[in-house]
């Protein structure tokens, strides 16, 4: 029998060049599992600035988005944390996702964190918006957590890196991804 296949849409909550959080989301789409596409989507910067009076007639940008998360199983987020809470970036792609309300874009979609931060390795950007998405009606595939401390001189900006510790959290987190879609798909109803 072959397993099912899916398909995943990553983007990283940092502009910085040389982020940790964008090495991440590379690293993640170059060791995915075989059951596991990774489209890095890298125009989440273009979506405007959460604005309900938008959401009357969509920008082009914003049907991009919410067609993108439709299409996909699940959604990987290179997730900084900026004074303990998700950059505006990602909070602004996030809060977009969860929208129009009358049909959510990332509903049913099953969402994996991939952090490097400070010292809390992003664990309060991850939580602040953990409970919100589950509210929303996506799945978090919370463990294994990735909350990386101050790993920027152990991961280059393309996601390469020889640090078994880094490699071996993010080939973690795919695979519990994979375990997670593999279980709903095979759950009847779900
Ligand atoms: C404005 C600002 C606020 C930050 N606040 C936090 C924080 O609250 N907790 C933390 O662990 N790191 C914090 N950091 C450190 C960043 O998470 C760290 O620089 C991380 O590498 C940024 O992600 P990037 O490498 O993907 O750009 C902050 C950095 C900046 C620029």
Known sequence: MTSPTFAAIAFSGSLRNGS?????????????????????????????????????DPPEIVLRWWAALRGADALIIGMPEYNATPTALAKNAIDWATRPPSDRAIAGTAVAFLSAAGRSGGKNSQESVTLLLGFMGATVVEEPQVRLSLVGDRIDADGNTDDPLIIDAVAAKLRALVDALTLRAATPGA
Not at 29 to 38: G, K, S, V, W
Not at 39 to 55: A, R
Request: no cysteine.
């Open 20 to 56: 940790s959080n964008t090495a991440l989301v590379r690293l993640a789409q170059r060791i995915a599992p075989p059951e596991l596409t990774i489209e890095i989507i890298d125009w989440v910067d273009q979506l405007p600035w959460m604005n309900p009076d938008l959401e009357t």
